[in-house]
């Protein structure tokens, strides 16, 4: 190779010229000829050792070093196939799980978003509570955004947005959509082009005019060139598509999908077409200016602005674009990642355990080696790059691991959280991945290289004896006490769930089928969407099979909920700031529907409806806040009524009267969210000219309860709205008991993962007990037979090796609750129903570490124990 | 990097073998056993030259553009590679050798005091 052959030759050449004329100098003066020819070798000293001297000046000779050791090394790991395949499997499976998960986070969390200048794109948000209709809780007024817009210069470009869904409907018909509505500039803001069309202008803001997705584009208007100009309805108002947005492009807080995007247009009050007054705010600082002095600048021109007095008041935020598109994904990510490197360490406690084993058979041919004159660090190298090798190749098989997993995950994840659609495994991470297993392969070759260092060494042989078996027992410590982190973190996981399933939901899912409508335009009449709405009710009603049917604003674990949360007087107690509870409006069967129980009073009547006066059910928890050790029934409650607010600041001012309570029952979303203070009011009794009237007949949601199959219920269902209510578009109908599975489906996922890394680690640490006691045992074989021929048994000498997996079990467990402990405190607020450091949970983890570890323990002690004592003896 | 130092064999200063090859070259070209005998002989056997240590320092002066080497032919009619001063080599010496003969009266000046108590 690049001619050192070559130039080897000429060298050796060289000096076996040498040494002749030497010799023949010493022939000269008299010498005997092989005493000469002794004396000229005598006198220039070791050949092979000067030519290896002389060719370091050459520079290229660790290269060639480097060629020699890779090829004695796969010479040499293929004469030892199994052991190379056990290491090699440990090695990608944990540097495949690194790899993954550092592509994933990468992916996600590091690379910037595929705008321009990312860094600059802030969201102004405030987490102060805002009164009246805000499509988000971190939105801001129009009017502050307008003076903002005017005010700051600090800015560059200052949009909105807000997100609904909304019945779309096209030349094949209607079916809602997500829509955004958005300042005529946020596209540009971001730094968005359009791929067809034009983008929006700045007097678009009164024009019908509409931007659509992708993916809009291509589902609903079969990716057709001539879309431009195509007539949408949305809200009974025309619309012209104007342009198409890029593929790829995700609107702040989506992850994809048909959108489209209509401009925002104020009318005098302040409102937008949608009757809502205020917008998340995404802006774009100007160069040089730090997102610090962003900040301020918007608080101090905020301060200054118009609006009310509360809203003057509100502290304002700035995060990073990056932190609103990928926020809640941050921390469970980062908390993988650290567990896929925990299981990496395990890998490499593996690999370094397997090397030590293989060392001691390999003693004899590295003393033959250092007798020859090569020095440690020539020893050294030789195993750093046979372990090196043997980590690359893992890392070469565990990157090809991760790119399944990533595009698996990519597949199965792309269209529910943020970002995972723009999964990749970078040629970076592929660095990372090379870099972390050379920084394996290293770490792993220092306890053996130490050995030899030891052993070479003469004199110490005798005295190291003893610790040689240390170093292997105290890395299966180590992989014990890991895999108890990742096993007590899966088993504290499992627990959540189990303890999230076990939730008294408070309401009875099963058989209950939810179905939401809107109507095609949601602007209608309120008085005729709610003649449709109760015809509607009535008519399910009458399908055969349904035992009842209730509407409900706020169904638990919907996907299209309309909350309100109102601020409430209470008869009888002085009002106090924070005094609130949440409204839902229901119709007269809603209690023998939900399943709800009731627990004193009575349900609706058909009569209240006319009665004039508003009767409501509350729940247990408005109870215990509201009406403590009082007789809840009859009790007045009312809207709280503001300084300086006005009648139509109020959703309604006729008093409510309790009629009952019922138990608590989850809301939202989430089965680990506390119970909150309840309302539920009839529906039909709400006075019309509420403006919550006008909200609420923008949708429809009614839950059915039925014996019958779902597919029936779900099929009748919908030839009863096809029928009855042609105007009307379905949202979902899907059975209650899904959406409530449906919510666990992220900790699912954060379960399914981290139990699989369990799962690894300790198929990992099983490898990695066998490995050493088996390796004991080979050793003690000796020992073992002449303590059997001195009348020792056969349980007496498995048990010595039972006792070594035990000692080293134990060894690990220890530190290793301890560190659970601390990921156990790290995971906490993923955890429901079960503490951080829990009991039942870690003598569970301990027990399957026991038993896993003695089923490793299992074929070392039977070989233990069939040691024959004569057959020792004998080779004594 | 990887051998180790051969033991018992008076260890020359590796610049000083450097130095002593290149004066030897400057009354013209020689190969490798000429310049170890060369070397014995002018330090009458002071300074024993390991042959086997000549050769990872002609390499360096090879690399260092100082000697030059070339195959030719003995006085004794056999094949032999040898070496030659080049023009770089031969200022080298110059400089090397005036800052030896400094150090060298330096060292003298120093040391004459001593070795004359001791004597």
Redesign the interface.
């Known amino acids: 190779m690049f001619g050192w052959q070559r130039r080897r030759k ?2 050796l050449d ?2 076996e ?2 040494i ?3 010799t ?2 010493n022939i000269e003066a008299g010498m005997p000829n092989d005493q000469a020819a002794q004396a000229a070798r005598k ?5 092979l ?11 290229a ?2 290269l060639e ?1 480097l060629v020699r050791d890779v090829r004695y090394a796969v010479r040499n790991l293929s004469a030892a196939p199994s052991y190379t395949a056990v290491l090699v499997c440990t090695l990608t499976l944990g540097l495949g799980c690194v790899t993954a998960m550092l592509a994933i986070v990468q992916s996600v969390l590091l690379l910037p978003v595929n705008l321009p200048h990312p860094e600059q794109l802030v969201q102004i948000y405030s987490t102060d509570q805002t009164q009246g209709f805000a499509a988000s809780p971190h939105a801001l007024s129009y009017s502050a955004i307008d003076t903002l817009r005017r005010d700051s210069r600090s800015f560059s470009g200052i949009s909105g947005y807000n997100m609904m869904v909304r019945p779309v409907v096209t030349a094949e018909g209607a079916r809602i959509e997500p829509v955004m509505e958005v300042t005529s500039n946020l596209f540009q803001t971001l730094g968005v082009p359009v791929k067809l069309g034009r983008p929006f202008r700045s007097d678009d803001a009164k024009a019908s005019v509409a931007l659509i997705s992708d993916e809009f584009w291509r589902d609903r208007l079969h990716g057709d060139p001539g879309a431009i100009g195509a007539a949408l309805t949305i809200s009974g108002k025309q619309w012209t598509v104007v342009g198409v947005l890029p593929r790829g492009f995700h609107a702040p807080g989506t992850t994809g999908g048909p959108i489209v995007y209509l401009p925002i247009s104020l009318g005098p009050t302040g409102e937008d077409e949608f009757q809502i007054e205020s917008a998340a705010v995404i802006a774009r600082f100007k160069d040089g200016v730090s997102i610090e002095q962003a900040r301020d600048e918007a608080q101090t021109v905020f301060v200054h602005a118009g609006g009310t007095d509360a809203e003057r008041h509100r502290v304002l935020k700035v995060r990073p674009y990056m932190d609103l598109v990928t926020g809640d994904e941050q921390r469970p990510l980062w908390a993988l990642l650290g567990a896929a490197l925990v299981l990496l360490l395990i890998a490499c406690a593996n690999a370094a355990n397997l090397q030590i084993g293989r060392t001691t058979s390999r003693m004899p041919e590295m003393e033959v080696r250092s007798a020859l ?3 440690f ?2 020893l050294m ?1 030789q195993l750093v790059t046979e372990n090196v090798l043997v980590s690359l190749v893992g890392a070469a098989l565990g990157a090809g691991l991760s790119f399944i997993v990533v595009a698996t995950v990519r597949r199965a994840y792309g269209g529910e959280y943020p970002r995972f659609d723009e999964l990749r495994v970078h040629p970076l991470v592929l660095c990372a991945a090379c870099l972390l297993a050379a920084a394996v392969g290293f770490i792993a070759s220092v306890a053996p290289a130490l050995r030899i260092r030891r052993e070479t060494r003469g004199r110490l042989t005798t005295r190291s004896t003893t610790r040689k078996s240390r170093a292997p027992g105290l890395l299966v410590a180590l992989q014990v006490a890991l895999t108890c982190v990742l096993l007590v973190t899966s088993g504290l996981f499992v627990r959540t769930l189990i303890s999230l399933e076990d939730v008294k939901l408070g309401f009875d899912p099963r058989g209950v089928t939810t179905l939401v409508l809107m109507p095609e335009n949601p602007q209608q009449d309120p008085q005729l969407s709610r003649a449709i709405e109760t015809r509607l009710l009535h008519r399910f009603e009458n399908l055969p099979g349904i035992q009842s049917v209730t509407l409900q604003t706020r169904i638990p674990f919907s996907h299209y909920q309309v909350a309100l949360n109102g601020t409430t007087d209470v008869s009888g107690r002085q009002f106090q700031k924070g005094d609130s509870a949440h409204y839902s409006f229901v119709s007269t069967d809603f209690v023998k529907t939900s399943g709800i129980e009731l627990l004193s009073g009575r349900g609706f009547q058909p009569a209240d409806e006319s009665s004039g006066a508003i009767a409501v059910l509350v729940n247990e928890a408005f109870v215990t806040k509201f009406l403590n050790g009082r007789d809840p029934s009859g009790a007045i409650i009312r809207f709280h009524r503001n300084p300086g607010d006005k009648d139509s600041d109020l959703p309604f001012m006729q008093p409510m009267t309790v009629v009952g309570v019922v138990e608590n029952e989850v809301q939202g979303g989430d089965l680990g969210a506390p119970y909150e203070p309840m309302v539920y009011i009839d529906y039909l009794a709400l006075p019309i000219d509420s403006f919550l009237s006008q909200v609420f007949s923008m949708s429809a949601q009614y839950a059915v309860r039925s014996t019958l199959p779902e597919a029936t219920v779900a099929s009748e269902l919908r030839a009863a709205v096809k029928q009855e209510a042609p105007t009307m578009v379905e949202m979902s109908l899907e059975p209650m008991q899904e959406s409530v599975s449906e919510s666990l489906g992220q900790r699912r996922l954060a379960l399914r993962l981290v139990a699989g890394f369990g799962v690894v680690a300790l198929i990992l640490s099983a490898v990695g007990i066998y490995g050493v006691l088996a390796y004991a045992v080979a050793l003690r074989r000796r020992e073992i037979g002449i303590r059997m021929a001195l009348g020792s048994t056969r349980r007496r000498a498995a048990g010595l090796v039972v006792r070594q997996a035990g000692t080293m079990v134990l060894l690990g467990l220890i530190p290793g609750i301890a560190a659970a402990w601390v990921a156990g405190h790290a995971v906490r607020s993923f955890l429901f129903g079960v503490k951080a450091l829990d009991a039942e949970t870690l003598i569970a983890a301990g027990a399957v570490l026991l038993i896993v570890s003695t089923a490793a323990a299992f074929i070392p002690a039977i070989r233990a124990a069939q040691v024959d004592p004569v057959e020792t003896l004998r080779a004594e | 990097m990887s051998t180790r130092q051969p033991n018992g064999q008076l260890d020359l200063m590796q610049g000083t073998l450097d130095l002593l090859i290149l004066q030897t070259l400057a009354v013209g070209r020689a190969h490798g056993h000429a310049i170890a005998c060369s070397i014995e002989r002018r330090s009458e056997d002071v300074l024993q030259v390991g042959h086997g240590s000549l050769y990872p320092a002609l390499q360096r002066l090879l690399k260092l553009g100082l000697i030059v080497a070339e195959d030719g032919i003995s006085e004794n009619n056999r094949k032999a590679r040898f070496y030659r001063l080049t023009a770089k080599g031969r200022r080298q010496l110059f400089a090397e050798a005036s800052k030896w003969q400094r150090f060298s009266n330096a060292m003298a000046r120093i040391l004459a005091p001593a070795m004359e108590e001791n004597s």
């Open positions: 000429q060298l060289e000096i010229t040498h002749e004329f030497e023949q100098r006198k220039f000293g070791n050949v050792l000067t030519a290896e001297r002389t060719r370091e000046g050459w520079g000779l660790w070093n004159g090569a020095g660090g020539r190298q």
